[in-house]
């Protein structure tokens, strides 16, 4: 079944300490996104990707960074986790614009 | 004003009722829409895209209605297996997608 596939399902890393999430689909969308969700909150676009067209929201800070090195894969890289960057990391990918959106079934990060 | 604004509930309802949620959205150039599901520590799920004719799928009919800008989701003959959270999402530009912060519907035996 062509799916996203997130990698990994949980992650426990140190204080500042750089982790890395992995994304990959198969259903060959163009597009790549990827959200934070906190308890109780709406997921939070960080940034997403049309192709490898890169687009960083406003309000993600420096400490998140991304890359797509081909049409299935998508990584999410964080520098330097504070205690505010515990959530669940959401990759979803879509064909294209205003189109659904489907979603891996997320790494939840804790940060010790 | 929040861009997309959900009653957060909870509905507490009996097994084999109808519930229905709304959802408004402040943007009316907004194009698309949608329902998704969440249960609890999991990820969103597709229920279904809304679409101006108003759409059924089995006991879920979603409604949009661009004059007074909110959508709606009625779900008929309540199952346990309904409870989770209901997130209403409104694209608004291109790539962007607003996700409300959720209707939680509990279904009681």
């Known amino acids: 079944d062509a799916m996203v596939i997130q990698n990994p399902r949980y992650q426990v890393t140190q204080f500042g300490k750089p982790v890395t999430l992995s994304c990959s689909q198969t259903l060959n969308h163009n597009v790549m996104y990827w959200y934070q969700q906190k308890s109780s909150q709406a997921p939070k676009l960080l940034f997403h990707?049309?192709?490898?067209?890169?687009?960083n929201e406003a309000d993600t800070p420096d400490n998140f960074q991304s890359r797509r090195p081909n049409t299935s894969f998508c990584f999410l890289d964080i520098r330097s986790p504070g205690l505010g960057d515990a959530a669940m990391y959401l990759c979803?990918?879509?064909?294209?614009?205003?189109?659904?959106?489907?979603f891996g079934d997320g790494t939840r990060l804790s940060i010790l | 004003r929040k861009e997309v604004e959900q009653d957060p509930g909870p509905f507490n309802v009996p097994e084999g009722a109808t519930v229905a949620f709304n959802c408004t959205y402040s943007?009316?150039?907004?194009?698309?829409f949608f329902w998704y599901r969440q249960d609890c520590r999991k990820e969103p799920k597709l229920l279904m895209s809304v679409y101006s004719s108003g759409n059924e799928d089995g006991r879920f009919t979603a409604q949009l209605n661009r004059a007074s800008q909110y959508i709606s989701l009625l779900i008929r003959d309540s199952k346990l297996s309904d409870s989770a959270t209901y997130l209403c999402?409104?694209?608004?530009?291109?790539?962007?997608?607003?996700f409300g912060t959720g209707t939680r519907l509990k279904v009681l035996a």
């Open positions: 990707y049309y192709d490898k067209d890169f687009n």
């Open positions: 979803a990918t879509s064909i294209g614009s205003n189109q659904p959106q489907h």
């Open positions: 999402v409104v694209t608004s530009g291109t790539y962007k997608y607003i």
């Open positions: 943007n009316s150039a907004s194009q698309s």
